[in-house]
């Protein structure tokens, strides 16, 4: 199994991208996929999740209103749109994957970020400048 995260690097304050999390090796169907961040020195942070059958969302507070979690099935990909970006989203971004069946599903996807997940992806850099 393997989450792979691609899109990341170098943009301005203000300005936007779009990360990628293409997913391989097994049936995601029954998966939430989520998005975490570690900055420099700090803890890692929940930022987004996605139910896959359902398409169902949920944000971090802190991204509410700049970021989009979507799910293109077909390809096996969850996106994360940021725009807006500010100095203090410069982090490493990590996609994961937890099987929603392995606790109630309707805990999700508001829950999701709190639950251990079963699947990780090496991460990839976003630095946002000033």
């Known amino acids: 199994v393997q989450l792979v995260e691609s899109g990341g690097g170098l943009v301005q304050a203000g300005g936007s991208l779009r990360l990628s999390c293409t997913a391989s090796?097994?049936?995601?169907?029954?998966?939430?996929i989520a998005w975490f961040r570690q900055a420099p020195g700090k803890e890692r942070e929940g930022v987004a999740c996605?139910?896959?059958?359902?398409?169902?969302?949920y944000y971090r507070d802190s991204v509410k209103g700049r970021a989009t979690i979507s799910s293109d099935n077909a390809k096996n990909t969850v996106y994360l749109e940021m725009n807006s970006l500010k100095p203090e989203d410069t982090a490493a971004y990590h996609c994961a994957a937890v099987f929603v069946l392995k606790y109630f599903s309707a805990t999700f996807p508001d829950r999701c970020l709190d639950y251990g997940m079963d699947y990780w992806g090496r991460g990839t850099l976003v630095t946002v400048s000033s």
């Open positions: 996605i139910t896959r059958r359902d398409g169902s969302t």
């Open positions: 090796g097994r049936d995601f169907d029954d998966y939430a």
